[in-house]
Each structure stands twice: as C-alpha cells, then as structure tokens.
C-alpha cells in the first residue's frame, strides 16, 4: 500500500492519547489502534524530500541590460542524493515530485565573479510552484557591491516557498549597475522539504 504525506496533526491524529476514545471502549481495555499503514505513513510525512545541486562547469551569464535578473548560467550537478521526489537538471532546476504541496527551505550560497570592481550584483531565488513560469520568490535575494573582480566575493540567500508537483527552484543573478557579465562561480542550491 502507498504511504500518503500528511500534516503532523493529521499524523497525530492517527495515533490519539487514549482521553479520546469512550469510557466504555476504556472499562473493556480498549486501546488506541495504531496500524502499520500509521506508521509507515508518519515515517514517510516526517522524513523531508531533499534536493542539491552545484556548478559543476560555471559559465557566465550574459547581462543584456543593468538591474535585470537571469537564470544564472553554467552546467549544474546533483550534490549527494536526492530523495525519491526531487529531481536535479543540469540546467540549475530543481524539481519537486511529489503528490502532496510541501514548503521548502531554498538556500544558495554561491561565489559571484564579475570583470570589474564595484559593480552591484544581485542573487535571487526563483521559484513556481506547479511548473510554469519562474518568478522571484519574496525575501529571497540579495544585493551588495562586488568588492574583488578576481577572486569573487562569497553570497548566499535563502527563503521559504511551498511547492506543488513540478514545482521547482532556480537560481538567478543579476548586475544592477551595467551590462557586465556574472559568472557563478562554486554555486550551491539546496531544497529541503519540512514537515507541515
């Protein structure tokens, strides 16, 4: 039988204190029935879908314009494994595919380079939630003034967003002051799933 992610209160549901059952069900020693399908159910619900991913070839992201955000750029590889409803592209995605609606911790932390000093650069999470088109998730990014061209400076964001099936994350960059590319450089984006 498949197991079903629940709610922790629809898994302590399953196994309530004995208080909830009749008197009468109690005086013949009744006791609380907690089957194997319960069990394996709050395993299941309680244990997160992970997903991560790094740069494994870094690229730069061409820049058309100052202040708008892309896809960053770069060929991406699984860090670790994934659980069995996460999916990692190698085209910095990952996916969520499981049945039930879940909320991920997102969190990146990547090196920024750009050809020249004192640029400020941006770093954004990205996000939908069934699969459609990406879009900025709220308190997920970041801008600062790129500090050393040569080396790259150290960044990291991270949000919550809750995800449907197909639903993914994506990591985004942006140079807010011109056109100069951006190239991340030691990227990692990580999802995990939290128990509702």
């Known amino acids: ?21 009749s ?4 005086a ?9 399908q319960d069990v394996r159910d709050a395993i299941t619900s309680l244990t997160p879908s992970v997903g991560a991913l790094y740069f494994a070839t870094p690229a730069a992201t061409a820049i058309a314009a ?11 590889a699984a860090l670790g ?5 996460m999916t990692v592209a190698t085209t910095n995605r990952l996916t969520y595919t499981g049945a039930a609606t879940r909320t991920f911790l997102v969190m990146a932390t990547v090196r920024l380079i750009c050809a020249a000093d004192a640029k400020v650069l941006g770093l954004r999470l ?5 699969g459609g088109t990406a879009a900025a998730i709220t308190g997920g990014a970041i801008t600062y003034t790129h500090v050393t061209a040569a080396a790259g400076d150290a960044v990291s964001v991270n949000a919550l967003v ?7 994350v994506e990591l985004w960059v942006s140079n ?10 030691l990227g990692q984006l990580v999802a995990v799933g939290l128990p509702t």
């Open 66 to 76: 100052g202040g708008t955000p892309l896809k960053a750029a770069g060929t991406t």
């Open 1 to 21: 039988m498949a197991e079903t992610l629940r709610t922790i209160a629809a898994t302590l549901a399953t196994m309530a204190p004995e208080a909830s059952f």
């Open 23 to 26: 008197s009468e069900a109690l």
């Open 126 to 130: 990205y996000a939908h939630a069934t």
């Open 28 to 36: 013949i020693g009744g006791v609380p029935t907690v089957t194997p």
């Open 81 to 85: 494994t994934a659980t069995a409803d």
């Open 176 to 185: 807010e002051t011109d056109a100069e590319d951006v190239t991340v450089s």
């Open 162 to 168: 809750t995800l449907s099936t197909s639903g993914f």
